[in-house]
């Protein structure tokens, strides 16, 4: 089993940045692709990013390419989310996942982290 803990998030305004980590623990974490989803209130929960262990290859949702940035560092079970130029429109909780296979399905998806709150004022 693998366990998921996102940090990172709070309030900050429009342009600003942010960067969240996910801790994973429990099974190895080189055996997985990660994922980033976030969740607005009303709103169903969507794709952010993912990167796959094995080349390092990462996926990006339309709404987040050019200004978010998923990285990896193996050695530390670690993932990180970079957002600069956040506006708005990108407040959400943020959650972090792990799959056997890279997806943009949040079913595809077997373990959750709890989220972290991304609030963004005007």
């Known amino acids: 089993q693998v366990q998921l803990a996102e940090s990172g998030g709070g309030l900050v305004q429009t342009g600003d940045s942010l960067r969240l980590s996910c801790a994973a623990s429990?099974?190895?974490?080189?055996?997985?692709?990660m994922g980033w989803f976030r969740q607005a209130p009303g709103n169903e929960r969507e794709f952010v990013a993912s990167i796959r262990r094995s080349g390092g290859y990462t996926d990006y949702a339309d709404s987040v390419k050019g200004r978010f940035t998923i990285s990896a560092d193996i050695a530390k079970n670690t993932v990180y989310l970079q957002m600069n130029s956040l506006n708005p429109e990108d407040t959400a909780v943020y959650f972090c996942?792990?799959?056997?296979?890279?997806?943009?399905?949040?079913?595809?998806?077997?373990?959750w982290g709890q989220g972290t709150q991304v609030t963004v004022s005007s």
């Open positions: 996942a792990s799959t056997r296979a890279q997806s943009r399905v949040d079913r595809d998806y077997d373990y």
């Open positions: 429990g099974r190895a974490f080189s055996s997985y692709a």
